[in-house]
């Protein structure tokens, strides 16, 4: 079959690649229909390079249908399915509880990590991902979401990662109707965020530098502002002085505004493997300048809410600040089982009260995978979420 494999710092190619077949009784093959590109491949594509292996068939964001189903997997071929990004068994204590990213039946110990993810390097477990025309589906008893056959592919799609994910970035706010939002980054996760803040009746402010990301998301009720520190002065003079009741980090490890952290990451990038990861491990080389701008933003005993990815073990902190302004801070992978049930009724509504239908910018063939990701990278052509076809 055709795949998208990493081969190196920017670089993934096409590549023919075994079919994937079923290997326990409770594994899917899914024939996929539609994949995107997230955010968090770019932290493969660049940052994360050292957990890669050269040939790892990358992507996290599948639906299709069954082709071939074991046993135990309680799945027919013909089934239309959407697959979460992460694996997970649905019964172990950490599945109970709705913490599916920490579960204990695939938790990569070896790495001292959570839940193994699809096509997320050598952390989460080096399991073959879904930028693919098949994929292979780990407990598919619990996992694939089963979705019907009358709307759109990209009505469903992303119940795999970005609306689970924006979900859970707001309910960790803590916060309901009347209040102040704040939304750092208008990428696919920010522009859900701030879409659900709105839906759920909060005041949404949100900052990103790029214009047609901005745009996307005024036309979704939100008060939009370009990065720096006039944004600052804004929000909080539209919050009584204060800052909004909670921030949202929907930008993560690769912040720009960081640039002694960013020469680290890419000097980091450079190292071999072994070197790398050791460096990665011991130091401090996220690029923090979304989080410092939470801190400083949030009002004093407000939440800040991190959906961006970070990598590094000792990124400094303003442990003065959290602690004076009695900051709460929730983060993690979102829990993609915990929220679907929720999210289900809102991509099927006829309404689209969160957009969905204006979200996806590009919808290229996976041949066009490696230029898809360039220009996702870069922002070009305006560019906010691709979905590749392997039919196309
Ligand atoms: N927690 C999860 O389960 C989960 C799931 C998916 C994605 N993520 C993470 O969420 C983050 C965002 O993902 P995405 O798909 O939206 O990616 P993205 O890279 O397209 O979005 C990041 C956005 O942040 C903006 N930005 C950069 N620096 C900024 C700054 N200093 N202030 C304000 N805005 C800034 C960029 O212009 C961009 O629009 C990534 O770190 C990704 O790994 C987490
Ligand atoms: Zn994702
Ligand atoms: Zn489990």
């Known amino acids: 079959m055709k795949a998208l494999t990493w081969q190196g710092i920017r670089s993934v190619t096409v590549d023919t690649v075994p079919d994937p077949i079923l290997q326990q009784p409770d594994d899917a093959i899914i024939e996929v229909t539609s994949t995107a590109i997230c955010g968090s491949d770019l932290h493969l594509y660049e940052v994360l390079g050292p957990f890669m292996n050269k040939g790892d068939v990358i992507g996290h964001e599948p639906m299709g249908v069954v082709v071939d189903a074991g046993p135990e997997s309680g799945l027919s071929p013909g089934d239309r399915v959407v697959v979460p990004f992460q694996i997970a068994c649905g019964d172990c204590y950490m599945c109970r509880r709705g913490l599916q990213t920490q579960c204990e039946t695939t ?29 292979r589906v780990p407990h598919a008893g619990y996992g694939p979401v089963k979705v019907g056959a009358e709307l759109p592919d990209h009505r469903y799609l992303f119940l795999s990662d970005v609306l689970p994910t924006a979900w859970q970035a707001v309910a960790y706010t803590g916060l309901s109707g009347d209040a102040d939002l704040a939304v750092l980054g208008l990428g696919p996760i920010g522009q859900f965020c701030a879409r659900i803040g709105v839906h759920l009746g909060m005041r949404v402010h949100a900052i990103d530098p790029v214009p047609e990301r901005r745009q996307m998301a005024a036309r979704h009720g939100v008060t939009v502002h370009d990065m720096g520190e006039e944004a600052i002065g804004t929000i909080r003079e539209a919050t009584g002085g204060r800052g909004p009741d909670a921030v949202i980090d929907a930008v993560g490890m690769e912040a720009h505004g960081s640039p ?35 801190i400083e933003l949030v009002r004093r005993g407000g939440t800040i809410s991190l959906s961006g990815v970070y990598g590094g073990q000792a990124s400094p902190l303003p442990m003065l600040t959290l602690f004076d ?67 196309g």
């Open 260 to 294: 002694v952290a960013k020469a680290t990451q890419l000097a980091t990038g450079l190292l071999p493997d072994a070197v790398a990861q050791k460096a990665m491990e011991t130091a401090g080389v996220d690029r923090l300048a979304a989080l410092q701008t939470a």
């Open 325 to 391: 302004k009695q900051i709460e801070l929730r983060m993690g992978q979102a829990n993609v089982r915990r929220w679907v049930d929720e999210l289900l009724p809102l991509v099927e509504d006829p309404a689209d009260p969160l957009g969905v239908d204006d979200f996806v910018t590009h919808r290229l063939p996976l041949t066009q995978g490696p230029d898809a990701y360039e220009m996702f990278q870069k922002k070009t052509d305006g560019c906010i979420k691709v979905v590749l076809d392997p039919k």
């Open 107 to 135: 938790q990569v110990r070896a790495q001292g990590m959570g839940a193994a993810l699809f096509g997320y390097s050598e952390l989460y477990g080096s399991v073959p991902g879904g930028q693919a025309e098949f994929l």
